[in-house]
Antibody, heavy 123, light 106 residues
Framework: DVQLVQSGAEVKKPGESLKISCQAS????????IGWVRQRPGKGLEWMGI????????RYNPSFQGQVTISADKSINTAFLQWSSLKSSDTAMYYC????????????????WGRGTTVTVSS | DIQMTQSPSSLSASVGDRVSFTCRAN??????LNWYQHKPGTAPKLLMY???TLHGGVSSRFSGSGSGTDFTLTISDLQPDDFATYYC?????????FGPGTRVDL
């Protein structure tokens, strides 16, 4: 089965750093981009950015550029989302998802999702 | 950035109803529009891509239409499992923004 397994819930203090992970299995990790999506408590989904695991090329939502870093290690089929200095406003659920393509690679969509990592930032 | 809006923000319905809700982009996205279903405590689920193409394994009670800037998701014969929040997402240009969602309540 194709799946994305995300790392466990985190509780951090403001100013701390954090790196969460998303491990893929059941498909060629390097063949599809991985995206990250944020959901703050009681709010909707926000598209943060994507990475091509084949060459670690990234594209960010300008709203998140400079606030987070997306990376990947194709040797362990894992994508990462990291913060160097967390804020309370980073408290949210974070999902990773595979950005797959339709036949012919014309349409793209997020077809496989991880179950999410809850990040709580509180003093 | 392309801004996505959805209406209504929530609606109440009963099992067996047919419901429709809309998604609008502030510029043309042709038909690069995906729909997702999201329930609390679970991962979002892809329903449809290319505005009207059902993703594999998704019930045919779901249908989508639209092109350009205006899109509609329709659920026929609403089932208990369909009560959720539905998000549209444009995949036309980065950032691939989501709409704010439509919550379907019992």
């Amino acid at each position: 089965d194709v799946q994305l397994v995300q790392s466990g819930a985190e509780v951090k203090k403001p100013g701390e750093s954090l790196k969460i992970s998303c491990q893929a299995s059941g498909y060629n990790f390097a063949s599809d981009w991985i995206g990250w999506v944020r959901q703050r408590p009681g709010k909707g989904l926000e598209w943060m950015g994507i990475i091509d695991p084949a060459d670690s090329k990234t594209r960010y939502n300008p709203s998140f550029q400079g606030q987070v870093t997306i990376s990947a290690d194709k040797s362990i089929n894992t994508a990462f989302l990291q913060w160097s200095s967390l804020k309370s406003s980073d408290t949210a659920m974070y999902y990773c998802a595979r950005r797959a393509a339709s036949t012919g690679h014309y349409y793209y969509y997020m077809d496989v999702w991880g179950r999410g990592t809850t990040v709580t930032v509180s003093s | 950035d392309i801004q996505m809006t959805q209406s209504p923000s929530s609606l109440s319905a009963s099992v067996g109803d047919r419901v429709s809700f809309t998604c609008r982009a502030n510029q043309t996205i042709i038909n690069f529009l995906n729909w997702y279903q999201h329930k609390p405590g679970t991962a979002p689920k892809l329903l449809m891509y290319a505005a009207s193409t059902l993703h594999g394994g998704v019930s045919s009670r779901f249908s989508g239409s639209g092109s350009g800037t205006d899109f509609t998701l329709t659920i026929s014969d609403l089932q208990p499992d369909d009560f959720a929040t539905y998000y549209c997402q444009q995949d036309f240009s980065i950032p691939f923004t989501f709409g704010p969602g439509t919550r379907v309540d019992l």
